[in-house]
């Protein structure tokens, strides 16, 4: 599944960058490459990765099966993060669920996009038969981008996410893929 990595891609405006599977070694890369994110994508991510011993544990402990990230690089530089994840036992084996991190030097490139379709590909390339993503609902763009990658928003959670460091709560829209 992981044999054509690194693969070089060609976003809509001719930028290249290549994708491929996290590595141990890309501890440094990945913790810059979040502690340069703005506050504002910082404040509704699950888990805090400006907090180095997180990232630390994230490269030291890579289970592909379990959470497959894949990166997006140029230049030796990280520009996004994706990640499938995945249940291996459990009522939800059959399902997995993507997040996908941008730098805001690349956006609006077709990126996110093409990030998404990447990770539906080894999604059923896993045998799974759903994806799942949960995105803040007041970011449009991204809802936009599962959408046009044949994701319906199935439910909105009101109030169901809190800001880690202001204690706002905000929206959370559902969105599900079938690939069977």
């Known amino acids: 599944m992981l044999e054509e990595y690194p693969k070089e891609v060609l976003l809509k405006d001719g930028f290249s960058c290549n994708l491929r599977p996290m590595i141990a070694d890309d501890l440094e890369g990945l913790y810059r490459f979040f502690v340069s994110l703005p506050e504002e994508d910082l404040r509704y991510l699950r888990d805090d990765p400006t907090d180095r011993r997180l990232v630390e544990k994230w490269c030291r402990e890579i289970n592909y099966d379990k959470v497959l990230p894949i990166l997006a690089e140029y230049e030796d530089k990280i520009l996004a993060n994706a990640t499938l994840h995945r249940q291996t036992t459990g009522w939800e084996k059959h399902v997995g669920e993507i997040r996908v991190t941008i730098s805001t030097e690349v956006r609006q490139r077709g990126l996110g996009s093409r990030l998404v379709e990447e990770l539906t590909s080894l ?10 993503a949960r995105v803040i609902a007041s970011q449009t763009d991204a809802i936009t981008v ?7 928003q199935v439910a909105t959670l009101k109030n169901f996410v809190k800001d880690v460091h202001h204690g706002d709560y905000q929206d959370i829209a559902v969105l599900v893929k079938d690939l069977s």
């Open 123 to 132: 999604a059923r390339a896993a045998g799974l038969n759903k994806l799942l």
């Open 146 to 152: 599962f959408e046009k990658n044949g994701f319906n």
